[in-house]
């Protein structure tokens, strides 16, 4: 049987879905900025928003899940 402490240890390196989505929202907003700005910048932004929302779903859809599926 595992401690609190055990669990809480466990637990640390894990970064809640939610952040990912923000993260992925200021990404999206500042992309879309900067292509207004006509900025080469804005590609890397636009690219990279949609992994940031990808990481939110799965870690959404494992929070999600029940306990006893794979």
Known sequence: MTSRSDM???????????????????????????????SPLAWICLLSAPVGFFYAWRGWQRETRPKGEP
């Open 8 to 38: 809480a240890i466990n637990n640390q390196g894990k970064i809640p879905w939610y952040l990912y989505f923000i993260g992925s929202m200021v990404y999206t907003a500042l992309g879309g900025w900067l292509f207004a700005e006509s």
